[in-house]
């Protein structure tokens, strides 16, 4: 009978060859939850087609009417595809949220949904998403296209067009104060696309009217309380502003309360504008005290869940999918509200 007799080193070169095939196939392998644990995903992060996902969202903040009206809208939109969120709320701080996606990156989902807090909070996480081959669709607000590019690192950006929205304010601001006003404008989330883009549009149509002049820029955080009192410290040294361009509803609904305390009359004193559509402002408009909103839907729900399926049946998505707004003043903002088109 044959004898096989192996030397220490014959074990060790054997086992060493049974572990690198194991190594080989293991890196050749997806993970059974939809995404690949690779990290070496060339292009876009593949989507295969399942009957339902788990979708990963990172919100960046959860308390104010326009991001839980997201955020309803995203779990009723899942709901309604019989899909499972994995939901964290940042807090509006970018090291948190980018601690939260990677919370969500480990335990793969099938998509993951970011409405990050800036443009460049949250490229890294984005870039660690991209990575672990897990698609990536940025809802509301963008990302720095020169840190991370749409159709390469992340499937697509859903939301609405920032700087067409400042303009509309401007083009809306100088119809109504006949081309000459001294304005205030407060400002959103420093380095948020949403404060970026809009501030560029306002800006840019404003300078191209002599008559009006931007007094005063500040940063109000997108915050109804900051805005308050940002407005009430620069009322002392601009008492004669005439027109307020606040960035979101809820610094114009704080700059109304900090005009009115200071005695003068929103809407007649002061014009105010603001941008989103909250049922706040619409009621703003109805009592006269707000001239104009321009919507910045947060309803985008379904968009996003179109094109997680879209993605999925082997489409190819724009690298932008633009939310088509509407606008309120006093001929339709009864209207609006009562169809509940505010949140």
Known sequence: ?????????????????????????????????????????????????????????????????????????????????????????????????????????????????????????????????????????????????????????????????????????????????????????????????AAVNRTQGFNNEIASHPGMKIIASQDANFDRATALKVMQTLLQSHPDVTTVCAENDEMALGAIDALKAAGKTPGKDVLVSSIDGENGALQAIMAGEEGIVIQCNPRLGPAAFQAINDYANGKTLPTWIVSQDNQYTTANAAQAYKAGDGF
């Open 1 to 193: 009978m044959k004898q096989y007799i192996f030397s220490r080193l014959g074990v060790f070169s054997l086992l060493s060859l049974i572990l690198g095939s194991m190594i080989l196939a293991g890196c050749g392998s997806s993970s059974g939850t939809g995404s690949s644990a690779s990290t070496n995903c060339n292009g876009l992060a593949p989507h295969p087609k399942k009957a339902h996902y788990r979708i990963g969202f990172s919100q960046e903040v959860d308390n104010a009417p326009w991001r839980i009206a997201e955020t309803t809208s995203v779990q009723e939109a899942a709901s309604a595809a019989g899909d499972t969120v994995i939901y964290t709320d940042a807090q509006n701080s970018d090291s948190k949220q980018v601690s939260d996606i990677q919370s969500i990156i480990a335990q793969h989902p099938d998509v993951l949904l970011i409405s990050p807090l800036t443009e460049d909070g949250e490229v890294s996480a984005i870039q660690q998403a991209h990575a672990n081959c897990i698609p990536v669709i940025l809802l509301d607000r963008d990302a720095d296209h020169a840190k991370v590019t749409p159709g390469k690192d992340y499937v697509t950006f859903i939301g609405s067009d920032f700087v067409k929205e400042g303009q509309r304010v401007a083009d809306w601001m100088f119809q109504a104060t006949h081309g000459n006003a001294k304005i205030i404008e407060l400002q959103g989330t420093t380095g948020a696309s």
